[in-house]
């Protein structure tokens, strides 16, 4: 177990908390009180001392797609974000190594401060409670989104120049096969339909040429949620550099147009194309200025951010018709519109992308009628 060195061998810390009832008192309770509540608190009471945690400000923080929660403690000098990633469905010593790479980027990321490996805890410092997402839904002046978003892409490109060595790579097959969630799930199940063969036939040459076109890039570590949730709005000196990036434990190496494209293509986020190749022509400047590995021509490098995007919203259409029918959380189900829309930025660009654009049409029940001049 490791602990912040802010209160390693803390004899003031030590003393405080023995005389301050309020740490022990009014424990917290959870909605089913279930072994693993209880396992998680016992594990907090063991860290009353080192971090003067005050256990009954134990509050929910946010969950997520997966099966990980996150809450908020107060302690004496600050607060805290707690980990609980079940084993084995979540993996905290994936998290611990991508934290350790990031952390020699400079990158404002959570420090680990405590963990308990076995039953998936972790104690992390708390980069506040803001997400540019939560922002950005209560209005937003320009300048200051042009702002937090110049602060977004130095954060992109200080992620990518981490060590990816020893990672999974997101490479052809593997994006090939991300893209059976669409035809599953968002054609099967969301939809109710059944390609037809020939709709068939013309999927998986378009879905391996995107896997192909993907797996061509250059590769960097990639984050694979690089968007308006995992961003922290850090206005505060004790939150470290705007912005702060959660969420980073699946990272891979993979495509370097990839994180670009989950920035301006956010599923949360509306972004109109204009603002959209503003901040890719920004990174794609940014990017050369480092030495990363970006084509030299921003019309290839275009094409490559829109290609992988395109095969990221087709997955993400089908994980969250996934997320809704299989795992019971509708409220994904709200932004399918606004990825259906990036999509079709993509499809009816390229020619080659057309008998998906058919395909679309007929899915969303779309009658396209041809006009004819004489």
């Known amino acids: 177990m490791r602990y912040n060195h802010y209160y390693r061998d803390s004899a003031a810390q030590v003393i405080l908390a023995l005389f301050d009832p309020s740490l022990y008192t009014n424990m917290p309770t959870f909605p089913h009180d279930t072994e693993r509540d209880q396992a998680l608190l016992n594990w907090l009471q063991t860290l009353v001392l080192p971090f003067g945690l005050i256990l009954n400000t134990l509050t929910s923080a946010s969950g997520d797609a997966s099966f990980r929660r996150y809450f908020r403690v107060q302690g004496h000098a600050c607060t805290y974000v707690v980990m609980d990633a079940p084993p084995p469905i979540e993996n905290v010593e994936t998290f611990i190594d991508i934290t350790n790479r990031l952390e020699k980027t400079g990158l404002n990321i959570p420090r ?92 998986d040459a378009i879905f391996d040429l995107l896997a192909q076109a993907g797996a061509a890039q250059e590769t960097v570590l990639v984050h694979r949620d690089f968007h308006s949730p995992n961003l922290m709005l850090c206005k505060q000196p004790e939150w470290g550099a705007n912005p702060g990036v959660l969420d980073y434990q699946d990272a891979l190496e993979g495509p370097i147009a990839y994180d670009i494209a989950s920035l301006v293509f956010d599923a949360r986020t509306t972004w109109e194309e204009p603002q959209q190749l503003d901040w890719a022509i920004r990174y794609w400047e940014k990017a050369r200025q480092q030495n990363l590995p970006v084509p030299s021509d921003f019309a290839d490098f275009h094409q490559n951010y829109e290609w992988v995007g395109l095969q990221r919203n087709l997955r993400i259409l089908g994980v969250f018709a996934r997320l809704n029918h299989r795992d019971h959380k509708p409220s994904y189900v709200a932004h399918m519109p606004r990825v259906m829309t990036y999509i079709r930025q993509v499809t009816q660009r390229y020619g080659v992308f057309a008998p998906l654009n058919r395909l679309l049409n007929r899915l969303e029940g779309i009658q396209i009628k041809a006009g004819y001049t004489f």
Request: charged share 25%; aromatic share 8%; proline share 2%.
């Open 112 to 203: 680990i401060v405590a963990e308990q490996i076995k039953d998936g805890f972790l104690l992390l410092t708390d980069l506040g409670p803001t997400t540019y997402y939560s922002r950005i839904q209560v209005g937003l002046d320009g300048a200051t989104l042009d702002i937090i978003y110049r602060d977004a892409i130095d954060a992109l490109v200080k992620l990518q120049a981490a060590d990816y060595q020893g990672l999974a790579r997101l490479d052809a097959p593997r994006l090939r096969d991300e893209l059976n969630l669409f035809t599953e799930w968002y054609v099967n199940i969301h939809c109710n339909q059944t390609l037809t063969d020939t709709e068939s036939k013309q999927c």
